[in-house]
């Protein structure tokens, strides 16, 4: 028999204590020095936010610590207190961020013209146009 270890209870009040952990320690930037001194690894906080979707407590405590880490390193980047390529490298990879959006843009025009039931004005206008 499997003793669940990682329960909604842990996880909840686990997460409190990264909270109030990080909170306390401004110099924290990546996930990974949070459980630095933890007895089990970082991907366990990734695993937890999958394991209990329905749970805005922990959702909402999970989504905090990540704000808090995306905004050290994006503070640090433009106050070149970080490595530049180190910080946007990791800044894409783990919260999504782009250099820039290209955004293709097509359109079709369906024109079906006929043109020889225009008249000679009708005809002017489409060249003018």
């Known amino acids: 028999m499997t003793v669940e270890i990682y329960t909604e209870e842990f996880v909840i009040k686990e997460l409190k204590i990264l909270l109030k ?5 401004k110099e924290f930037v990546y ?4 459980f630095e001194d933890r007895n ?6 990734s695993e937890w936010s999958n ?12 989504d905090t610590i990540k704000d808090i880490l995306e905004t ?3 503070k640090g980047l433009m106050t070149n207190k970080l490595n530049a ?10 919260y999504k961020w782009v250099d820039k959006r290209e955004i293709e843009q097509s359109w079709w025009l369906d024109i079906n013209l006929k ?6 004005e009708e005809l002017d206008k ?4």
């Open 21 to 25: 952990e990080l909170k306390k320690n």
């Open 40 to 45: 089990y690894w970082r991907q366990r906080f």
């Open 115 to 120: 043109f020889e039931e225009m008249n000679d």
């Open 51 to 62: 394991k209990f979707p329905d749970n805005e407590e922990i959702q909402q405590n999970s």
């Open 126 to 129: 489409l060249i003018t146009w």
């Open 72 to 74: 050290r390193a994006a």
């Open 31 to 34: 996930i990974w020095e949070l």
């Open 85 to 94: 390529t180190w910080t946007i490298f990791h800044l894409k990879n783990n």
